[in-house]
């Protein structure tokens, strides 16, 4: 393999093996059934199969196709628990793996991209990568200065396979839908593909990468890594150790969980009002936890220009409803586009139907938890409730995009962590607008 499978033809042939591998696998199972083997045997084998698929073609394919699958591990969280393992420890797998580009054909990327004698700027490189993602991976260097370093490495073909996923994903959108029903696909296609063209620009990341790493210099809970060099297709960085957050979902103590999971909810907040950029890319595989008990953040190919912070509408929503005033809420959310002018909804229904979002800020501390977050999409996604009706007449309006999608990733992390946070006081310290009400109001 020399790069990227980059034929169009030859991409969505891969992507339709997913329905199709899922529908001969039923018939296996049905085989496996008439054979005499228990149902509840067949059907866990059976998912764990249809997850090692998942993984290969989306993870061999990389390019958009993984990204999606990096977007679909965020809301695991929310899959039923008997359903949730075998798909858990895939998906959660394209987080930051996949299978790697050989030695020879990273090479020639760093020849152009560095120039021929590229090896010049390094004392060491290591031509085995670290980590592989969705449009590139990472190999591990020492620069001419003695610094360890990070070497992000574009796959060749990665803009041609982005081009070609978007349009063929929808052919694995349903299958997506039915893991978590209620799910909307077609919002997170709309949304790689409205950010692809960024995302290809290395050049694009390095500046917000530095933007961040200076104004988050010395700082006592965050540390990222600045920008040693950079081209379209190459960033060089700082070397940065610790522990990813994969890891402590994994197998971590409940003091290690409580600290990530408060200082991953601090990074995702704090940096719009200190450098006016959203980090937009909330996986776990772009946090970790540092020896000292910072959080390492990585990646910025995907982030939200915020020049004046988070919008302070949203503190001010916040407030009207954590005070219950639903005619407040309802005006609010107009106001800001959430809420169409024609579309009438009741004022007292939508305060219930947000009532779970904001439950975590009626405590001085809340632990968020896989069975909260399924309980919440049964909330929202169930037609039975009377509050489902009230959903569907919500909107998004395009400016809050991104921040929707770093909230509600954010979440979903947080629910894999399993960590306490410190809910009210983060919220009211990084959300411009935020004066929460005491507690009991």
């Not at 990096?70 to 798909?87: D, T, V």
């Not at 052919?171 to 919002?187: F, L, N, Q, S």
């Not at 509050?387 to 809050?400: I, R, S, T």
């Amino acid at each position: 393999m020399s790069d990227i499978p980059r034929n169009a033809v030859t991409r969505a042939a891969r992507l339709a093996t997913l329905p199709a591998g899922i529908a001969g696998r039923a018939a296996w199972g049905l085989g496996k059934r008439i054979g005499g083997k228990p149902a509840e045997m067949v059907a866990a084998e059976l998912q764990a199969r249809t997850a090692e698929q998942l993984f290969k073609v989306l993870g061999e394919l990389k390019g958009g196709a993984m990204k999606f699958g990096q977007a679909l591990s965020i809301f695991e969280s929310a899959l039923p628990e008997e359903a949730a393992a075998p798909y858990r420890a895939m998906l959660t797998k394209l987080q930051d793996s996949a299978p790697p580009l050989p030695a020879s054909v990273v090479h020639e990327v760093l020849a152009a991209e560095l120039g021929p004698r590229w090896r010049r700027s390094f004392l060491e490189f290591s031509d085995e990568p670290v980590a592989a993602a969705s449009i590139g991976q990472v190999h591990r260097g020492v620069w001419r200065d003695g610094r360890d370093v990070a070497v992000k490495v574009q796959y060749p073909g990665a803009g041609k396979a982005l081009l070609s996923d978007i349009t063929q994903l929808s052919r694995v959108a349903k299958i997506a839908t039915a893991w978590v029903p209620g799910m909307e696909i077609k919002p997170i296609l709309d949304e790689l593909r409205s950010r692809m063209s960024e995302e290809l620009d290395y050049r694009l990341e390095a500046k917000s990468q530095e933007k961040f790493a200076k104004g988050f210099d010395g700082d006592p809970h965050f540390a990222i890594p600045h920008v040693l060099k950079h081209s379209e297709h190459v960033i060089v960085s700082e070397w940065m150790d610790g522990r990813p957050l994969s890891q402590i979902i994994t197998d971590g103590t409940q003091a290690e969980r409580d600290q990530a999971a408060q200082r991953y909810m601090e990074g995702l907040l704090v940096g719009p009002g200190r450098v006016g950029l959203l980090h937009a890319d909330p996986h776990p595989g772009n946090f970790r936890m540092l020896p000292d008990g910072r959080l390492g953040i990585i990646d910025f190919g995907a982030v939200n220009r915020l020049p004046h912070g988070l919008p302070v509408e949203m503190g001010t929503f916040l407030n009207m409803t954590l005070e219950g005033d639903a005619e407040g809420t309802l005006e609010g959310l107009r106001g800001i586009g959430f809420v169409r002018p024609s579309m009438q909804i009741d004022a007292q229904r939508l305060l219930e139907y947000l009532e779970p979002f904001i439950a975590p800020l009626h405590t001085d501390t809340f632990t968020f938890s896989r069975p909260w977050l399924r309980d919440v999409f049964a909330h929202i996604n169930d037609p039975r409730r009377p509050n489902y009706a009230v959903g569907m007449k919500l909107n998004l309006p395009p400016e809050y995009l991104l921040i929707h999608r770093v909230w509600l990733g954010g979440i979903g992390v947080l629910c894999q962590i399993n960590g306490e946070v410190h809910g009210r006081e983060t919220v009211a310290a990084y959300l411009p607008g935020a004066d929460l009400p005491p507690l009991g109001y």
